[in-house]
């Protein structure tokens, strides 16, 4: 974990080789959380900013709570209570049906072989099997829940899972669901990064909490 001087804090799961960053205000709220707990947390940041609900100070804890285990940088069972005994209400995941996940299952040992290949290789292999199953365009939500899917399975599996991988194993679980999306990788220019992710029907799949693509990334390939 690094802090940063504008307030947000960098974050990087040693497991899967993913950096991670939190805003200054997501910075401070976990802070408070952490120290005070939810209920606490959620009074002090309703006295920081009256004219927001309450309820949506509480929900977006809950939410950053829950996106920090669903990306192993945080585990619950260390994190139950704050100190001074005050419980920390944990939001649960995404829901992730059954058929998903154990397509996730398979297309994750897939796309870690896929991209041992040569880069071309890779693509057209891709193609291949998008073009032998994906009979239509997924839809907005069979692409998050492929997205989903393939996150919960990453988490098990012992090796790096970045973007590249885990963007490879939801476009291939959507195919193996008979949903074709595109498998996209871009580029930011300041600071220079690349990423790798999926679209559906032309829109960036991504959870609340990821990276905006458009305007942080410019696609340069969709697949």
């Known amino acids: 974990m690094t802090a940063e001087d504008d307030g947000s804090v960098i974050l990087l799961n040693v497991t899967s080789g993913q950096w991670h960053k939190l805003n200054r205000t997501g910075n401070e709220l976990f802070s408070a959380i952490r120290a005070h707990g939810v209920d606490a947390a959620v009074?002090?940041?309703?006295?920081r900013y009256p004219e927001v609900p309450q309820g949506q100070i509480r929900l977006d804890a809950e939410k950053l709570l829950s996106a920090l285990v669903e990306r192993g940088l945080?585990?619950?069972d260390n994190l139950e209570r704050g100190s001074g005994g005050v419980p920390i209400a944990l939001a649960p995941r995404s829901p992730v049906s059954l058929k998903p996940k154990l397509m996730a299952a398979v297309a994750l040992p897939l796309a870690l072989l896929l991209l041992r290949l040569p880069f071309r290789m890779t693509v057209k292999a891709f193609k291949f099997v998008k073009r032998g199953l994906a009979k239509r365009t997924a839809t907005k939500p069979e692409a998050l829940q492929a997205l989903a899917a393939a996150k919960?399975?990453?988490r098990f599996h012992p090796g790096r899972v970045a973007c590249l991988e885990l963007s490879l194993t939801a476009a291939l679980t959507a195919a193996f669901r008979g949903g074709s999306v595109q498998w996209c990788l871009g580029?930011?220019?300041d600071p220079q990064s690349f990423h790798a992710?999926?679209?559906a029907d032309g829109e960036p799949v991504t959870d609340p909490f990821d990276d905006p693509i458009p305007p942080t990334y410019q696609r340069v390939l969709a697949v």
């Open 43 to 47: 009074e002090v940041f309703a006295s």
């Open 197 to 199: 992710w999926i679209e």
């Open 74 to 76: 945080l585990e619950p």
């Open 152 to 154: 919960r399975v990453s």
């Open 187 to 189: 580029v930011a220019t």
